[in-house]
């Protein structure tokens, strides 16, 4: 966990700025606000900013925008549908609008698609979808921020060097400066990327990383290495950890902590793992088989082939169905898509090192994929399942089906003047100003692969606890 000082008290990760005079050379008029990254909050607060008449600049460091959303996360995880309201509940509408139109639905018909879903998620007369296809998503937002006539600029670095990005008088925000120098001035400045970099730039406190329990009186945060609960190696397939089976001497396999798991209960610099939320598709026209990467380390998959040589029979994904016989797929039992342990540096990272991290994991999902689907040493009932499998022509095309953005599922975490905890999800502690509203479980992935006492490999951090209603959220927390 880290966390640097804080130059003044804020709210939140919106900062106020004193009304300097804009000086970039050839820069539009300035805006009464800026948004750091594209994201689909970033992009909700920039449509509902310019609606009620405020000129606003949205600033994006990659060349994507909607972040998960168009990103690949397209089955929306949804404690409670009654709750989602103002924009988001918007987006969900216009997304029903675009499938109710039959000329969308090229590879399978609306009736076909309800009927082979999941149930629960959603019924065919709602007056909003959850589930949808990346690109449409992508054509969703671009028509709202047409509408809204906001401007959106991709490849728009902050300037991350030491001393730079930020610019500040009187312990205020007066100028953001990108990499290239262009400087933005505002009333107001939003971060709303993953990472939180303009937070960080700011000054203000924040956190990465778990939390001892002794910290806020919680029993879910910190090292959880005594509650196995999902995502876990079986019990009794006794996985060996070791490069020769029995030898400790022989070293540790690839993607195994030999420091963990640490102290129960103690906090940690681990963050959950990430991972790409794949779109994929078993249409033969719309299908990309999937290849061996260049670069194929077959050592980083010895855990998954012990694991189905001790037994295990199960699909080693979440396959959510989206229209069209696409899919967002997910992570899922002891050894998957999470990149367990291998994003600790991701937070702090510059820009050419977070670009390393994503590739990396990008070249261990696609080799992932690949061992599932074609190696000798994968059941034959498995392979045959996944290889019916692949990437999609028409989504993601630039990646050859994959995308660019990575699963940041945790960074920063601002510590503003309220820290959200388990006790206000559980309502052990209410709040009397809140500004909107959640609900989910308790919901963390694995931040760790370690050996435990017996010889045999283990995953932790997997943390799922419910069962409690919508949870006000005041503006300033951190969850």
Known sequence: MKSTPLGRPVAAAVLAALPLAFLSCGAPARPDIVI?????????????ASRMGNSVVVLEPSRHIGGLTTGGLSWTDIGNKMIIGGISREFYQRIKKKYDDP??????TRDQYFARRR?????????????????VAAAVFN?????????????ARLDLAPGKGVLKQDGRITALVLEDGARYEAQVFIDATYEGDLLAKS????AIGREPNSKYSETWNGVQA????????????????????????????????????????????????YCFRMCLTDHPENRIPFAKPEGYVEQWYE?????????????????????????????????????????YDYPEAGYAEREAIVARHRLYQQGLMWTLAYHSRM?????????????????????????????????????????????HCQQRERVEDSVGMGAYTMDSHHVQRHVDAAGHVRNEGDVQVGGFPPEERRVGEEG
């Open 36 to 48: 750091y990254g594209a994201t689909s909050g970033g992009l909700a607060a920039a449509i509902q």
């Open 103 to 108: 000329a969308l639905w090229t590879a399978e």
């Open 119 to 135: 149930a629960g998620q959603m019924a065919k007369d709602e007056d909003a979808m959850w589930t949808f296809e990346p690109k």
């Open 143 to 155: 028509e709202m921020l047409a509408e809204a006539k906001v401007k959106v600029i991709t490849g």
């Open 203 to 206: 000054g203000v406190s924040y």
């Open 226 to 273: 005594a509650h196995f609960h999902h995502h876990q190696f079986p019990a009794g397939a006794n996985v060996d950890p070791y490069i020769v089976p029995g030898k400790p001497e022989s070293g540790l396999l690839p993607i195994i902590d030999p420091a963990g798991p640490g102290v129960e209960q103690s906090g940690d610099h681990r963050i959950q793992a």
């Open 303 to 343: 855990l998954l082939l012990r694991n189905y040589e001790a037994g295990e029979r199960g699909l080693p994904w979440i396959n959510s169905s989206m229209p069209n016989r696409k899919t967002d797929t997910n992570n899922r039992l002891g050894f998957s898509t999470d990149f367990i342990g291998q994003n």
């Open 379 to 423: 059941p034959e009932e498995v392979r045959s399942q996944i290889a019916k499998w692949g990437m999609t022509r028409d989504e993601f095309t630039e990646g050859g089906g994959w995308q660019g953005q990575l699963y940041i599922r945790e960074a920063r975490r601002m510590i503003g003047g309220f820290v959200m905890t388990q006790n």
